[in-house]
């Protein structure tokens, strides 16, 4: 009877104390977070500008992946790629983990139209951005709609591509967290 409650009290130990530290530490020693962006995300979003732009007929699309884990799968990123003449820079309009038959109705619902995209103020004024292989990061894009169409459009009268709040601020996290080099992270938001 001693040795089936040692064992039992084993066991107990096992599953209720020692695996949980074994997954927490497998967790915290594989996860891949190159950038504390928590406080870098509302500073980032706060210098963040609205500009009008006209939506291109002519677009590039780019799919990469990126992990956030050594132990999760690779995670999506969907881009639009483009040159705006008026600024002539270009522009990446950035989707992380979004569905991707939303992402494709931007090009075929935007296309030659007049639109507000979400730009940094930094980014858009670093010389070094808005390159072809460094284009201005765009996480947030709304289509300029006349006051007698309703702002969040239904099926009924068009797709809405309006890039939601909650959507934007997850953009700028993933971008912050994994995307932007540690030293560019570093040189901007972690200053003394």
Request: proline share 6%; charged share 25%.
């Amino acid at each position: 009877m001693n040795k089936q409650i040692s064992q039992a009290l084993g066991w107990l130990i096992g599953v209720l104390i020692v695996f949980p530290i074994i997954i927490f530490g497998i967790n915290y020693l594989f996860k891949k977070k190159e950038n504390n962006a928590k406080t870098a995300i509302p500073r980032y979003i706060e210098k963040c500008i609205e500009l009008k732009i006209q939506f291109p007929n002519q677009l590039k699309f780019r799919d990469t992946l990126y992990t956030i884990s050594l132990m999760s799968p690779p995670l999506k990123i969907y881009k639009i790629f483009f040159k705006d003449l008026s600024m002539n820079k270009y522009m990446e309009i950035t989707f992380f983990n979004y569905p991707e038959d939303k992402g494709m109705a931007f090009p075929s619902s935007l296309r030659g139209k007049e639109t507000l995209m979400t730009i940094n103020k930094d980014d858009l004024n670093d010389p070094s951005y808005g390159t072809q292989e460094n284009p201005l990061p765009v996480f947030k894009v709304r289509e300029i709609l006349p006051a007698s169409a309703g702002i969040n459009r239904g099926e009924e009268n068009g797709w809405n591509v309006d890039i939601t709040d909650k959507q934007f601020k997850y953009n700028v996290e993933q971008y912050l967290t994994y995307i932007m080099p540690k030293e560019e992270f570093k040189k901007r938001f972690e200053k003394n």
